[in-house]
C-alpha cells in the first residue's frame, strides 16, 4: 500500500508493475487475508494503525480480484482501464508531429513489442499492456534468478525505455488534469 502509492505518484509503469506483483502475492496467499497479514505485513517495521491500514487494503484488493472474477489470472479492471488509457495517449502521442524523441524510441522498440506479441500467441492485448506484462515477466526471470539472454536483455531494454518515456508523458498529462 505504501509503496504502491509513492509508485503511483511517481512512475505508473512502476506502478502497474508493482501492482501485478500485489496480485500474485494475493493469489500466492490464496486470497486469504490472514495469511497475508502473516506472511507480508507483519514484516513491515511499522506501526499497529499503518499494518490495519495495509491490511485494510489487502482485503479491498481481495474483494475486487474476487468480484471481478480474477482469482487464477489477469489484472484487475482498474489496472487495466490505467494501460487503455497509457495506450490512447501512445496511439495520440505517435500523430503529434513535434514528438520525434517519443517516436524514435517507439521504432526502436515497436519490432520487440511484435516479437513479444508473437511468442505470446497473437494476443489482442493493446502495446502497452503487452509491454508491461512482458516487463512484468522479466522481472519475475529475474527473481527467481533464471538466465536471461543477452538478445532478451536487449529487446527488453528498447521497451523499457519506450515505456519509461510513455510513463513520463502519463505522468505530466495527469498532472495537468
Given at each position: ?26 493469489r500466492a496467499n490464496n486470497l486469504d487475508a490472514q495469511k497475508i497479514d502473516q506472511q507480508i505485513i507483519s ?65 526502436k522498440a515497436r519490432t520487440n513489442v511484435d516479437a513479444l506479441r508473437m511468442r505470446a500467441g497473437h494476443t ?12 512484468y515477466g522479466l522481472l519475475i526471470l529475474k527473481l527467481k534468478k533464471e538466465e536471461v539472454s543477452k538478445e ?26
Open positions: 500500500m505504501i509503496i504502491a502509492e509513492q509508485k503511483k505518484k511517481e512512475n505508473i509503469a512502476e506502478y502497474l508493475i508493482y501492482m501485478y506483483q500485489v496480485e500474485d502475492l494475493i514484516q513491515f517495521n511499522t506501526d499497529y494503525d499503518t499494518k490495519r491500514e495495509m491490511l485494510e487494503w489487502y482485503k479491498g484488493l481481495i474483494d475486487r480480484i474476487n468480484s471481478e472474477g480474477k482469482e487464477k489470472s489477469g489484472h484487475m479492471n482498474f489496472l487495466n482501464e490505467i494501460t487503455v488509457r497509457m495506450n490512447e495517449l501512445h496511439v495520440s502521442i505517435l500523430h503529434e508531429p513535434l514528438n520525434n524523441e517519443y517516436k524514435n524510441t517507439w521504432d489482442s492485448e493493446n502495446d502497452v499492456q503487452l509491454a508491461l506484462n512482458g516487463l532478451t536483455q536487449e529487446a527488453f531494454s528498447s521497451i523499457s525505455e519506450w515505456i519509461a518515456i510513455l510513463s513520463a508523458e502519463y505522468m505530466k498529462k495527469q498532472q495537468n488534469l
